[in-house]
């Protein structure tokens, strides 16, 4: 049973940094792309950033620049660095996960998600 953990959301000023961090287990983290969504309120769930296997990084064009992803495959954890936060930026955060290779941008490459873990960014 393959299980994502996000954490690290919570609710910030304009301008200000958080890092999320999401903690896989039940499989071969190494060998999985890993990924962040986000799904603002009312709106669809969008690609945020991610890392392949091979640690090729992807990202948004709203979040280039500011956001950075990572991995550490020794602790089956994925990061999400988030810098010079918007109000924009407000959404629930979703870790998932692909068998696949490459960096995907599609939610339906993911196999598996985390429940989520709430940004709010206020002005």
């Known amino acids: 049973q393959v299980q994502l953990v996000e954490s690290g959301g919570g609710s910030v000023q304009v301008g200000a940094s958080l890092r999320l961090s999401c903690v896989a287990s039940?499989?071969?983290?190494?060998?999985?792309?890993m990924a962040w969504f986000r799904q603002p309120p009312g709106q669809e769930r969008e690609f945020v950033a991610a890392?392949?296997?091979?640690?090729?990084?992807d990202y948004a064009d709203s979040v280039k620049g500011r956001f950075t992803g990572s991995r550490d495959n020794a602790r089956n954890t994925v990061y999400l660095q988030m810098n010079r936060l918007k109000p924009e930026d407000t959404a629930v955060y979703f870790c998932?996960?692909?068998?696949?290779?490459?960096?995907?941008?599609?939610?339906?490459?993911?196999?598996?998600w985390g429940r989520g873990t709430q940004v709010t960014v206020s002005s």
């Open positions: 890392i392949s296997s091979g640690g090729r990084t």
């Open positions: 998932a996960a692909s068998r696949g290779t490459a960096s995907y941008r599609t939610l339906l490459r993911y196999d598996y």
């Open positions: 039940g499989h071969t983290f190494s060998s999985y792309t």
